[in-house]
């Protein structure tokens, strides 16, 4: 990926794309710098890291009505834990690169002087590592019945890493309790010959959205993907999901 002009930048925020109504969106984060100087350091400063922490910050246009809309999702998510998923200018395309983590939504603002288009700002903080990892579904291809996604080779997991995983359900269609229950599977090759199943969400039956993660424990597969298992009478989901290790 080269240089690009930002156009096309996605994000999710546990259940809701807010992509159509933000113009601004960042991404940061950083190490605590703790200093180790003794009297063997010649003069000089020595430091190794410390705590890790990330933080995503937006802004951008109000607007309220359903749960879809970024006032009634901020308000129900404020305080609250959740994944965030970012794409980096590549419309969370399907291999595309992601940014993403579980994160507390710590503050929302919300309006501004008069005659202003209404403006929204806010900023979630890591309570999870930020992992910088690829898009495993796209959010606007509508599912209506169990199914697998595309194979991405993600790479072997090593001893003390893990394989995090987010799932954010964007709108949820149907009658007799639609469900859908999300999982991520390995296999050595990218054919899923005999697929071993690594993780798996909770059943979903509303918007919203998880984060999952390995225990450390060394896998040896390359390939990895997405997959679902959908239930109810003319059920459709719009969901995205994001893998990678850290």
């Not at 159509?20 to 703790?34: F, H």
């Not at 999870?128 to 599912?143: E, N, S």
Request: glycine residues 12%; neutral net charge.
């Amino acid at each position: 990926m080269g240089k690009s002009i930002l156009t096309n930048v996605r994000c999710f925020a546990v259940g809701v794309d807010l992509t159509g109504v933000s113009n601004k969106i960042e991404v940061s984060s950083e190490a605590e710098v703790k200093k180790t100087t003794n009297y063997g350091s010649n003069g000089w400063d020595e430091v190794i890291g410390g705590i890790a922490s990330a933080e995503i910050s937006g802004e951008g246009q109000w607007e309220a009505g359903d749960t879809t809309k970024v006032d009634d999702a901020s308000w129900l998510q404020l305080g609250g834990i959740g994944p965030w998923s970012i794409s980096a200018n590549n419309a969370a395309a399907v291999g595309g690169l992601a940014y993403f983590t579980s994160a507390m939504r710590a503050d929302y603002k919300l309006f501004d002087a008069v005659g202003e288009v209404a403006p929204w700002t806010g900023s979630a903080k890591s309570t999870w590592p930020l992992v910088r990892g690829q898009f495993a579904h796209p959010p606007g291809t509508a599912r209506t019945a169990t199914g697998t996604g595309t194979a991405l080779q993600v790479g072997a997991v090593t001893a003390g890493k893990r394989m995090y995983a987010a799932l954010h359900v964007l709108s949820v269609a149907g009658t007799a309790t639609p469900t859908i229950t999300g999982r991520v599977e390995s296999s050595v090759d990218n054919t899923f010959a005999a697929p071993t199943t690594r993780l798996t969400f909770a059943a979903a039956t509303a918007v919203g959205g998880q984060t999952l993660r390995t225990d450390g424990t060394a896998i040896t597969d390359t390939w990895w993907r997405i997959a679902w298992t959908i239930s109810g009478t003319t059920p459709s989901f719009l969901f995205a999901a994001s893998l990678g290790i850290q």
